[in-house]
């Protein structure tokens, strides 16, 4: 492996750790906290959507991201969430 694929790799995770910085700043709650909710993380993507300029999916792709490492699994797209769980919401 290079010196410039790592350094890219390192660019790409600062990146989406000062992105995932943001969101918790904005949405006044840590990650944590709204990963370990799956009806939190959906209002957090939505609130995401309206709140930050994601026009790119970037902040929420942080979340998202985020969310895979912690859970293990991939969050549904909101969509899809909120079609499963309409009812509940």
């Known amino acids: 492996m290079n010196d410039s694929n790592i350094t890219s790799k390192n ?7 000062s992105r995932a910085r943001a969101v918790e700043k904005t949405l006044n709650l840590s990650l ?15 609130r995401i959507n309206e709140e930050m300029k994601n ?15 912690k859970t293990g699994k991939k969050f549904p797209r909101i969509e899809e969430f909120y079609d499963e769980n309409r009812f509940s919401i």
């Not at 660019?11 to 750790?17: D, E, F, L, N, P």
């Not at 944590?32 to 939505?46: A, C, G, N, R, T």
């Not at 026009?55 to 490492?69: D, I």
Request: hydrophobic residues 30%; proline residues 0%.
């Open 11 to 17: 660019k790409a995770v600062s990146s989406r750790m």
């Open 55 to 69: 026009a790119n999916g970037n902040y929420s792709n942080a979340l998202r991201k985020y969310y895979t490492f």
């Open 32 to 46: 944590d906290e709204i990963v370990d909710d799956d009806k939190k993380m959906y209002q957090s993507l939505i």
